[in-house]
Every structure is written in structure tokens, then in C-alpha cells.
């Protein structure tokens, strides 16, 4: 490569990463906090209020059916709630032991799925859950009727926008994450119409595919499958947040503040007291005069949140034209720079335009196609492998008919193009979450002449704990580590009256999964 390709090339890297140090980052998290607080106040599409105004105490206990509906994924299972042993003592020290999961499923959500009829989605997902139901009935006797009592309460986790006043009712927002279904649609009907054909004909009679497997190859469960009744449906973020604080007893210098999903999308879940909220949410809620603190659903990615990226010059030609061609322009513009939908895309923008510009390479026809690299081959291959194996497998998908496209510094180039985009990636999650915390007071970012970095003092630090899930953050290589490193150097930074807290980040492993079912347990607690 010419050498002034070589200069383009650590131009585009620096567009990157120019910012992630700790002056800009801390200016970066005091802005957000800012934009937070501001939309909190003022905005009807942010800060959304929930229905979940208690936090889970541990003493829950119940079986119940829970689902997960990704961006990418269906999951279902059974989770029973174990609560208190016999004596009434919490059972924090394995905190496992308090739940108990069975019978659990995944099914990839098929992309015609996304883009047909809403029908068709949902009866889908009614198929997966009386399959995962059926699977139940196999290991239970026969002889034994209605073994799941009169109803199986379902607990939800949706990953998408909703409007809900109750906990057991929801309205959905428009989806996004390549979802075409825009309608305002009631949740807990559609559900309950996709499973409840179960109940009221034989599988062997639907005309559905999945249902016709279920009845040729599940027969003996079918008769006995029971009604459900839907006890708790709920955003990812507020289910990861949910499952951790009911997992883990906090102990007196530890609490879960916040939740935090980083996967095919991203959002954060916050306690906070209605004052701060716009006037109008108080009556989002069944209970709203006697409420003073809820959980919220941020939606910390939707337009204006990326406000102090632009003040700052965060944002790249790359992330523009991103944006641009997206299935919504400008409605999650924070998400399409930080999310694990959209990191393949962007580095593969950055990728074929520097080629584009070196004389004489010819991109492969196969990478020229939208979101043709994935996020997920960057974590698994391009971040973990041997720079042999790696041309290898992008020979594979991305092969060249008329040269040896992927020369070892091509191969390079890529690899760090990837390694800046999930760098920024971390960094741009911190400086928010950091931004988030100042917001509800949890932590403090104070005016440039006042802060400096806190001293641990003698007593043990309050742990603030955001717990976390998701494919990026869990899975993607030094992803998680890079963003508790910028969270710690940010507290720090923010304000000397940091000095005896610690934000730590804390997997809340099958969150959704598990926070369903907690909820759906608390039914009583928050009726």
C-alpha cells in the first residue's frame, strides 16, 4: 500500500479513538448526564415509566413459564423461585440456589418472521412456548392431572419499546432491530391469541409448521397442555435488573442501581423519583399519586440522546452514512455506534472505503453487500484467532476472483479497524453509564474546577452495581474489561465525594429469562 494510504488508513483508526481519554471521556459522561436529565424532564419517548415500583425482596417463590424476545433470539423455559430456606434465612451465599431453571429452549428469530404480518410472529412464538411446555408434560405421569394447577402464570421479557400502566399489560411501541411491525399492538392479547389455539384445537389440526412438528412428535403432552395466564411482562433492561437484585442478597455496602443490556442493542434501567420525570408519566401508572420511585426504562439510544456526540465530534462520516441507510435514519442513532448489530457494518464501511481509495484493490463483490461482515465473526474470529486463520476464514466469505485480496496487511488493517470500532464501542458505554449514574445521584460528576480523583478511604466502599447482559458485552474480546476500566477511572475522576463508592459491572446471566419469572412473581407485591 502506497504510503499515503498508509497515513488515510491511521487517519480513519484515530477517528475512532481520538476522544477515549479521560478528559473527553469525563466531559463526554457530565453531557450526557446533562441530556439525561433534561429528556427525563421533558420528553414523552424517553424515561419511559414501568410498572415496576417495588424491587424484588428474595423471599419470592412460585414456578412459572418465562420467555425472552430478542433482536435476534427466542428463549423460553421454566424458572421456580426458591426464596427463603425453612428457617428464613436468605440463601445469598450461592445465590443460585434460589432459582432453579428447566426444560429451557432457543430458537433463532428467522428474518421473514421480522417482516411479516404480527400474526405470524406471535403464533410463532405461542408454538415455541407449548413446546416448551410439552417438553414438560413428557417427564410428568399422566395420571397426573393438571400438574401445573389451574393456570401457568408466563412472565415476558420483550427487548423493544412498550407503553405499559400495569405489569401484566403492555402496548408495543414501534420495534426497530430490523422489525417491520409499526402498529400500536397489545401484547398480552397477541400472546395469549398465539398459544391459546393450542388449547383450543389439537396440534395435529393447525396449519402451521412448527405447531405440525409439535403434534407429530409430541402427541402424548398436547391433551394436557394448561392455560396460561400472563403475570408480568417487561423491557430486557428492567428483567437483567430485576434477576440480579432478586439473585443476590445486597449486603449492607452493596445495592443493584442499574441494568444494562449491550447485545444486538442497547439500553440501561434506572430507579427514579417521579419529581424528575415529565408530569405526565405520574399518570402512566395504575398507582401513580401513591408511587414516588420507579423503574425506569431510559431508552438511552432514540434521537437526541447522541446530542453531546455531536458537540464533541464523536461521530464519523462512517456512522452517518450508517445511520443513513438504516431501516430507521435517525431513531437510535447512540445505539448504531455502540450495539452489536451495527459494529460489523460500521468497520466494514471504514474497511471498503480505505480500499476504495488505494489504487488498484478490488473489493470482493461479497463485501461490497450490506452488513455483510457481523459482529459476531469480528468476536469470534477477527478479535480471538491467529492472523492465519483469520485470512483463511476471510478467504472463505469473502473470497476474490481476480487477486490475493487478503494480504497480510489488509488482514491487519481490518483487524484494526474492528479493534478501534470495539474500543469506542466500551468506552462511549462507560462515559454513559457513568453519565446515568450522576443523573439519578448515585454518583457525582462534579464542574471541571472542582473534581479530582477520589481516595479509597479506610471503610469499605458501596458497591454500585449495574448488572449487565448481552452477546457484546459478555462475549466480545476485552469489551467488558475496557468498560469497567473508563467506568472505575471515571468515578474516580468525577468527584473527590466518589471516593467511597465503586461502580462495578455484574453479569446478570439469563437475565431476561430469569427477571420474567421474578417478576411474575411479585405480582402481588406490585398489583
Not at 401457568?152 to 422489525?179: C, D, V
Not at 474500543?423 to 457513568?434: E, G, H, M, P, Y
Request: hydrophobic share 40%; glycine share 6%; aromatic share 6%.
Amino acid at each position: 500500500m502506497a504510503k499515503d494510504f498508509a497515513g488515510e488508513a491511521s487517519q480513519a483508526i484515530a477517528a475512532f479513538t481520538h476522544f477515549i481519554n479521560e478528559e473527553t471521556l469525563l466531559d463526554l459522561a457530565a453531557r450526557f448526564s446533562e441530556v439525561y436529565t433534561h429528556l427525563a424532564k421533558t420528553s414523552l419517548e424517553h424515561f419511559l415509566v414501568t410498572p415496576v415500583t417495588a424491587l424484588p425482596t428474595g423471599k419470592e417463590k412460585g414456578k412459572f413459564i418465562s420467555i425472552d424476545v430478542g433482536g435476534s433470539n427466542l428463549r423460553a423455559g421454566f424458572v421456580e423461585l426458591t426464596g427463603e430456606t425453612e428457617h428464613g434465612v436468605h440463601r445469598s451465599i450461592e445465590p443460585n440456589e434460589k432459582i432453579k431453571r428447566s426444560y429451557d429452549k432457543s430458537w433463532p428469530i428467522g428474518e421473514h418472521l421480522k417482516m411479516d404480518q404480527a400474526e405470524d410472529l406471535f403464533a410463532w412464538i405461542g408454538d415455541c412456548i407449548a413446546e416448551v411446555i410439552t417438553d414438560a408434560l413428557e417427564d410428568i405421569p399422566a395420571s397426573v392431572e393438571a400438574p401445573f394447577g389451574d393456570e401457568l402464570l408466563l412472565g415476558i421479557t420483550f427487548s423493544f419499546p412498550m407503553a405499559q400502566q400495569s405489569l401484566s399489560e403492555a402496548t408495543l411501541l414501534p420495534m426497530g432491530k430490523g422489525f417491520a411491525i409499526t402498529s400500536d399492538l397489545n401484547l398480552g392479547k397477541m400472546l395469549s391469541a398465539g398459544y391459546s389455539r393450542h388449547i383450543s384445537q389439537p396440534h395435529r389440526n393447525s396449519n402451521r409448521s412448527h405447531a405440525e412438528y409439535l403434534s407429530s412428535s409430541k402427541t402424548t403432552g398436547s391433551s394436557r397442555l394448561p392455560r396460561i395466564r400472563i403475570a408480568a411482562i417487561t423491557n430486557d433492561t428492567v428483567a437483567t435488573f430485576a434477576s440480579l437484585a432478586y439473585a443476590v442478597k445486597a449486603a449492607p455496602n452493596s445495592r443493584v442501581a442499574m441494568g444494562l443490556i449491550v447485545g444486538t442493542g442497547t439500553n440501561a434501567t434506572v430507579p427514579m423519583s417521579l419529581t424528575n420525570l415529565h408530569p405526565t408519566k405520574r399518570h402512566d401508572l395504575a398507582n401513580g399519586e401513591s408511587v414516588e420511585t420507579v423503574v425506569i426504562n431510559t431508552e438511552w439510544t432514540i434521537r437526541g440522546t447522541d446530542k453531546p456526540l455531536v458537540e464533541l465530534g464523536i461521530k464519523t462520516i462512517w456512522d452517518k452514512t450508517l445511520d443513513a441507510n438504516s431501516e430507521a435514519p435517525g431513531f437510535q442513532p447512540f445505539e448504531y455506534m455502540t450495539a452489536g448489530r451495527y459494529l460489523g457494518e460500521i468497520v466494514r464501511l471504514v474497511f471498503v472505503d480505505l480500499i476504495a481509495r488505494d489504487s488498484g484493490a478490488n473489493v470482493p463483490a461479497s463485501l461490497e453487500t450490506k452488513n455483510a461482515l457481523q459482529t459476531r465473526f469480528l468476536s469470534e474470529v477477527v478479535a480471538r484467532a491467529e492472523e492465519k486463520t483469520v485470512t483463511i476464514e476471510l478467504e472463505k466469505l469473502f473470497p476474490s476472483t481476480t487477486e490475493a485480496f487478503w494480504a497480510p496487511v489488509r488482514v491487519k488493517l481490518l483487524r484494526d479497524i474492528a479493534y478501534a470500532v470495539q474500543q469506542r464501542s466500551s468506552a462511549l458505554i462507560a462515559a454513559a453509564c457513568v453519565g446515568l449514574l450522576d443523573c439519578v445521584h448515585d454518583i457525582r460528576i462534579d464542574p471541571p474546577a472542582r473534581n479530582g480523583h477520589a481516595t479509597t478511604e479506610d471503610s469499605k466502599p458501596e458497591e454500585i452495581v449495574i448488572a449487565y447482559a448481552g452477546s457484546t458485552i459478555s462475549q466480545y474480546p476485552e469489551w467488558l474489561e475496557t468498560c469497567q476500566r473508563w467506568i472505575d477511572i471515571l468515578v474516580a475522576k468525577g468527584s473527590a465525594a466518589n471516593a467511597s463508592k465503586r461502580v462495578i459491572l455484574r453479569e446478570a446471566l439469563d437475565g431476561g429469562i430469569i427477571g420474567a419469572g421474578v417478576l411474575a412473581g411479585m405480582t402481588d407485591e406490585i398489583a
